[in-house]
């Protein structure tokens, strides 16, 4: 029996970032050893905080969260609580944890980890890089420790979604991007790091009806359908907490997307990666020389890659370009709802 992929989970939660957490946690395959919070959709703190709601909800009280750098490299923090939600998790309101966060930070949490468990880690990144940079700057060795780095970022031959050529996660953060990225240019082509852009992301188009099937299968009652014309204060009422709390969680990305002209889909950028970490067979690569535009007027941000060795430098990034978004869909579907029927309601629980 294959052992479990050990993982380092770096997010930004938000909504797509819990769907990640939740995938991953239903993902017998898959053990999260540490859940670091940056800066990104929303503060920091509110992150951690959503980090350790998300996993008291689960019953995961176990996995360390480590709380990471209040803002960017360089410019000031720009959060986008219109995309997530006040407090990030759309109009999910989930029960606060009393857990104490980790008392170290997520940069030194990337440190030790990676030391304590060489070549064994795959780290995936969901929100800006600054706390993997912070990482790397006091310790310049940490990526040959990894044995994959996958991140959700950049738009390759695809349009950004924060700026005309610019992705969220790298836009927060642009100089973090660039330092990781040239830091990667080290390890071996093979393990390179993998990046889902937004040329792949946004075609794993989320529906009201994969939450109703969610909800069948979850043996939640009652099944709900989420409408773009539900009344604005409609909430969820089905009786599986995951179910539930994911609902309303969605149901906030639901209407940004549909507010900008996407349709009432929510694309799920991170349950993807988070799909890709543990199986990097369910997408095929373009292999490229990745770098991020810091200096740009109006590029900043940009991610550009070169195909073709134009600039004389090795390939630092495997760009995933194909994949079967409604296999990965059913796929998360499925796990979910088998997750969500283990997951007993905190106040039912006897084992806390
Ligand atoms: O551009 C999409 C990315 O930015 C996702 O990770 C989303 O959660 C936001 O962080
Ligand atoms: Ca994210």
Known sequence: MTPPTRLIVDVDTGIDDSVALLYLLAREDADIVAVLSTAGNVPTAQVAANNLAWLDLCGRPDIEVAVGADGPLKIPLRTTEDTHGPQGIGYAVLPPSTRA???????????????ENPGELVALVTGPLTNLALAIRADPELPQRLRRLVVMGGAFQHPGNTTPVAEWNISVDPEAAAEVFAAFSSVPEDRAPIVCGLD???????????????AELADSTPVELIGSDDAPD?????SNPIVRHLS??????????RDHGQGFIAHMHDPFAAAVALDPTIARYRAATV?????????????VADWHGLWGRSPNAAITWETDADAFLDDLILRLAA???TVTPPGNRTDR
């Open 101 to 115: 966060l980790s008392e170290r930070s997520a940069a030194q949490a990337w440190i030790e980890l990676t030391r």
């Open 248 to 257: 309303d969680a969605v149901r906030f990305y639901f209407q940004f997307h």
């Open 200 to 214: 792949v992301t946004e075609r794993i188009e989320l529906r009201p009806d994969h939450l109703r099937r969610l």
């Open 234 to 238: 409609a909430r969820s009422t089905t």
């Open 291 to 303: 770098d991020v535009e810091t200096e740009g007027r109006i590029t900043r941000g940009q991610t």
């Open 339 to 341: 997750f969500a029927r």
